[in-house]
């Protein structure tokens, strides 16, 4: 298993749900590396099943929401799910403003997203 320095990853069934280790998601090399981490459980770990735990971010910059982008384009490419879950009513707004509320399949909390794989 590898460690992650940006995210906690835990199985639960065939699902891995993925949560932040930074509540503030803004820094460059902090997002570089955050997708790096990403990436390589979809592409490495040839992990198909993604949940996205948003419950500790408080902001998310929007380089960090291209690293999203990305990794739904890495995630659909191997056939797999991604959701989304517990991101705050703030954060939220951007992915509505931007209409990647549209992209991503985003619930309200773990246990809906999980119930939704």
């Known amino acids: 298993m590898t460690t992650h320095q940006r995210l906690s990853v835990q199985?639960?069934?065939d699902v891995s749900i993925v949560n932040f280790v930074d509540r503030k998601i803004l820094d460059e090399a902090?997002?570089?590396e955050l997708g790096r981490e990403l990436f390589h459980l979809v592409e490495e770990e040839q992990r198909k099943k993604l949940l996205l735990n948003f419950s500790n971010v408080e902001f998310l910059?929007?380089?960090a929401l291209g690293?999203?982008?990305t990794l739904?384009?890495?995630v659909k490419k191997q056939?797999?799910?991604l959701k989304?879950?517990?991101i705050r009513p703030e954060i939220y707004e951007v992915f509505a403003i931007t209409r990647l509320n549209k992209l991503f399949d985003?619930?309200?909390d773990e246990a809906d997203a999980l119930a939704a794989f």
Do not use: E, R
């Open 84 to 86: 989304l879950s517990n």
């Open 11 to 13: 199985m639960v069934a």
């Open 30 to 32: 902090n997002i570089q």
């Open 106 to 108: 985003i619930k309200d």
């Open 67 to 69: 690293k999203l982008i």
């Open 79 to 81: 056939n797999g799910k």
């Open 72 to 74: 739904d384009k890495k």
């Open 61 to 63: 910059s929007s380089a």
